[in-house]
């Protein structure tokens, strides 16, 4: 596969940014989680907001190669499934020594728009921060 | 890509601990996404820390699925606190280690380690590079007026692959 978990960006400021993820039959991991009943992996959610993070960072330059670091009080909600959207808004919180830390939360984003069940409906919602790599533990 | 984060489980003191290691292969089609060449420079490829947390859920949730006999459908509910401080590149092994912390009948609370080995560095020893702390629900018993699969998909035949490649008894 290719690592993309953001295909569109609606919104994008500043210090916020709201990006779509949308939820295919056709990503092959979604065979293995879980066989006969498919659903987007949580920590998947997590690197779209980390993804949608990192766009908004590239507009202040200070993007690019940043990687996830932390996470703090990350809880899941509802299912994701093929057909489906998950809707991610993710606000930066501060930065310190070049550690950008995030407000990041998700919603689901239903076929039958937002009167059908389930639409609207949390995801995930946590914080979490981005770093400079540091490869290897030497 | 596959949904398997762990390739070996290499001891497992049941209703207590887990410890499974990861390979990481530049066979991994992901590895040439995160991050490729471009204007700021050549390709870097590292493990997403993502992953490096589904590793760890996949570790604790099996430690946490073995201890109720695989009954219960064992799913990520919360991520209390997770940081790592290192990436995993091509050549290295991850290890993470699962400590199950509470278990009743409406889910599970475990600690964990990650380290890293480095191939190419001397002495390859394990080397701790973070820390992720997860809480787990058995769905079945929490998500009121959702009606599931009767067959338990999480633990499903890869993993029963993985603990029998492991030696590792199980019954589901």
């Known amino acids: 596969m290719r690592f993309d978990l953001v295909d569109a960006v609606l919104e994008i400021s500043a210090d916020r940014i709201v990006a779509v993820k949308q939820v295919t039959a056709a990503e092959e991991y979604l065979g293995d989680h879980f066989p006969g009943f498919p659903v987007l992996p949580g920590v998947m959610m997590i690197e779209a907001m980390v993804q949608a993070a990192r766009r908004l960072l590239e507009r202040r330059e200070a993007g690019g190669r940043l990687v996830l670091g932390g996470v703090r009080g990350l809880k899941y909600g509802g299912m994701v499934r093929p057909g489906d959207a998950l809707r991610v808004e993710v606000a930066l919180a501060g930065e310190a020594g070049g550690v950008f830390e995030f407000k990041g939360a998700g919603t689901v984003v239903k076929p039958g728009g937002a009167s059908a069940p389930d639409a609207g409906r949390n995801a995930v919602a946590g914080r979490f921060s981005l770093r400079p790599i540091r490869l290897g533990v030497g | ?172």
């Open chain 2, 1 to 172: 890509m596959r949904w398997m984060w762990i390739d070996r489980v290499i001891a497992l003191e049941p209703g207590r601990r887990l410890v499974a290691v990861k390979n990481v292969s530049l066979a991994e089609e992901h590895l040439h996404d995160h991050f490729p060449a471009d204007g700021r420079g050549a390709a870097l490829p590292v493990m997403p820390a993502s992953l490096i947390i589904e590793g760890m859920a996949q570790t604790a949730g099996i430690l946490v699925g073995h201890a109720g006999r695989f009954a219960e459908k064992v799913i990520l509910a919360k991520i209390g606190k997770a940081e790592i401080d290192r990436d995993a590149g091509p050549g290295m092994t991850l290890r993470y280690t699962a400590t199950l912390e509470r278990i009743d009948t409406l889910g599970a609370s475990t600690t964990g380690v990650v380290e890293l080995m480095d191939h190419a560095a001397p002495g390859t020893a394990f080397a701790e590079i973070g820390r992720i702390d997860m809480m787990f629900s058995h769905i079945d018993r929490n998500m009121a007026g959702t009606e599931f699969p009767e067959h338990n998909f999480v633990f499903s035949e890869g993993f029963r692959t993985l603990l029998r490649s492991s030696g590792i008894e199980a019954e589901f």
